[in-house]
């Protein structure tokens, strides 16, 4: 079946041509979804499609589709440092989560090589190395993302980078084929890998290696703790809502201008830790666009610093 044309967009409710993405998805395409349900702030309007493939092949069906078709797409993985707009998003959202979250992991001496679906949530995959005792990603700890998304803005803290751990990744690129890059031709830096635009990434494979079980829960121990005692861990919200400056922390300098606690409507710059905002109930994309864009200019106005966005924004404010 093929597209109805351009007069039915962007009015896709029951339209006829969605049917292509439940053959390539079956029963794993929704109409409608509230955005607000994906993400962890708990905010957004509603996407128009949602479709959650469970393979690397069916990914790049749905982009070859989109293409052809010239349907906006959006790609997300946990939804944990994102803000959608009250409007919603237009078009198709492919969201790369269970049960698109396939590991087998492999041994060579003391190395293990881990593959993994991007929709493998890291928290999965933090119980499995300590129930087997991998070492090398403790660091990970604590962070709500899926493994493609962690992969694609290298999560983790301001010293260590998942792209560290990185052998391969497997992604789809705006063509719809699917390419296989080496670490070597992968550039990671703070927050950030250098994937060409457009390019979903699907699979990774990661290298870490063998550690003893007790040494990796009390890393891990310690590390929740700090995280439990510095940050919101109970609170809706997206993890760190800036970068953090060159040898500087966003929060410090947040804090420092007097801004934790900090109300727009039901968003706050957390009492915790000033580069998280929380949504205490019923916050909007507008209430957090509002914070986002006082604490910035109070903190031009007072510390001369222009703060980058860590968050990533996206979808119709109305
Ligand atoms: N600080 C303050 N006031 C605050 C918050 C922090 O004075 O309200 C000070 C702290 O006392 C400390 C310094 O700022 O001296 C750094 O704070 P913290 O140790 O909390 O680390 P961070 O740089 O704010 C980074 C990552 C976090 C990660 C933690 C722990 C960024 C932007 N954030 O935070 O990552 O969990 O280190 O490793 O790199 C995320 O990216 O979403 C995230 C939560």
Known sequence: ??????????????????????????????????????????????????????????????????????????????????LVGDGGIRGVVLQLAPPMDRWKAGVEGTTIYLWAQAGLPLRRLMREGLRRGWGGMEFLVGIPGYLGGAVA??????????????KTILWVDPDGELVTKERKALEFSYRKLELPHGCVIVEAHLRLFEKDAWEIRESLRERMRRRRQNQPCETSSAGSIFKNPPGDSAGRIIDEMGLKGLTVGGAQISKRHANFIVNLGGATARDVLALIHEVRRRVAQGAGTDLELELQIVGEAS
Do not use: K
């Not at 803290?157 to 560290?164: A, D, N, V, W």
């Open 1 to 82: 079946m093929s597209v109805t044309g351009q007069s039915s967009w962007p009015n896709p409710m029951g339209g006829a041509h969605w049917a292509d993405l439940e053959q390539i998805c079956p029963e794993r395409v929704s109409y409608g979804v509230p955005m607000s349900r994906l993400t962890t702030l708990r905010i957004g309007g509603s996407a128009d499609v949602l479709v959650r493939p469970t393979t690397a092949e069916e990914v790049a069906r749905v982009i070859r589709w989109v293409r052809q078709r010239q349907v906006p797409l959006f790609v997300m993985g946990r939804g944990s440092n994102l």
């Open 153 to 166: 803005m290298n999560a983790g803290t301001p010293q260590e980078g998942i792209g560290q751990l990185v």
